[in-house]
């Protein structure tokens, strides 16, 4: 007999002994989405199972999670539905099993959904306004939680392109913002994030750029550059040509006034003998119609005569 439980004792020990206990039992949250993960305990064997376990803390009794009651190692366990109450506390546990053996339960820490979940950044389109941005954003929606109003604040930062002078902006969540008193023409980078007043765990959105309002165009920046240069050429010539022109009259002046002094002259006098020769002619023509008159009524008188000497020779013949 006694030696028959010496040859039992060594399987009985092994059976006795239990499976390592999993490691890193952790409970991450993103969106509302719970994830739990965790790895087998060191030495743990190949064909071993894991099951997960959950309490809620106002009930205060473990509930196995029907989608993971036989997990492989490196799978972890979906916790979303289980975790329905945001307001409420949570723990869960792991454990390894065989046919033969058991592990310890490995215990996760105190998990809170309300505020342990991390806020995924949002969808972001921005637009130009003039001297504003107008943001558009679209939150993603939360795993069996769209009742949950979560989002309360924007936190935008934005950030000029040309200098990389930024600051930060926190705002009321609203679908449409706009962010005003910026620059005409000037490219903006903008990054967004959502927050709620239970809740500092957030990830920011990607950067994204728009101008306040439409760039010149390069050809249009350089026809008035080539404006600019054609005026100020043109000015150049312009002003050159009045300064040269300038100095050219006043030396024909200085050369040819004398002459011209003595032209002024020479033509004054001219008009004068010229004045002189007409007034002259007019008075001579004057005497010479008073000479002429006489002889021609003189003439004239002759005439009426001799008609009326003709006229009476004919009254008398044909008498």
């Known amino acids: 007999m006694g030696l028959w439980i010496l040859l039992l004792l060594p399987f009985h020990l092994v059976v006795c002994v239990s499976l390592p206990s999993p490691s890193n039992v952790s409970i991450s949250s993103f969106n ?9 305990g060191p030495g743990t064997p190949s064909d071993a199972r894991f099951i997960v376990q959950t309490l809620r803390f106002r009930r205060n009794s473990w509930k196995a999670v029907s ?3 036989e997990l492989m190692a490196g799978q ?25 053996q058991t592990s310890n339960w490995a215990v996760s820490t105190r998990f809170y959904p309300l505020s342990d ?13 003039g001297n504003c941005l107008i943001l558009q954003v679209s939150v993603p929606t939360l795993k069996n939680q769209q009742h949950l109003d979560l989002h309360r604040e924007l936190i935008v930062n934005v950030r000029r392109t040309r200098d990389g002078i930024q600051f930060r902006l926190t705002l009321p969540y609203k679908e449409e913002s706009v962010i005003t008193y910026l620059q005409r023409g000037v490219e903006y980078c903008v990054t967004v994030a959502v927050t709620s007043f239970s809740n500092s ?22 026809i008035v550059f080539s404006l600019l240069g054609a005026f100020s050429v043109l000015g150049l ?6 300064v040269y022109g300038g100095q050219l009259r006043f030396k024909l002046f200085g050369q040819r006034s004398p002459r011209s002094l003595s032209y002024i002259l020479l033509q004054g006098q001219s008009r004068e003998s010229v004045e002189l020769s007409d007034r002259i002619s007019v008075t001579d023509l004057h005497k010479e119609d008073s000479t002429a008159r006489p002889q021609i009524s003189s003439t004239s008188e002759e005439r009426l005569e001799d008609w009326r000497g003709r006229i009476k020779t004919v009254a008398k013949s044909d008498v």
């Open 237 to 242: 010539v312009l002003i050159g040509s009045v």
């Open 67 to 69: 989608s993971c009651l």
């Open 201 to 222: 765990n957030f990830l920011p959105s990607k950067p994204y750029c728009a101008f306040t309002s439409p760039p010149p165009s390069k050809s249009s920046v350089y």
């Open 32 to 40: 509302m989405e719970h994830i739990l993960s965790f790895r087998p």
């Open 76 to 100: 972890s366990c979906n916790l979303t539905s289980a975790f329905k109450d945001p307001f409420e506390y949570y723990l869960a546990r792991v454990q390894a099993f065989t046919r033969t």
């Open 117 to 129: 979940t991390f806020l995924g950044p949002p969808e972001v389109s921005v637009s130009g306004c």
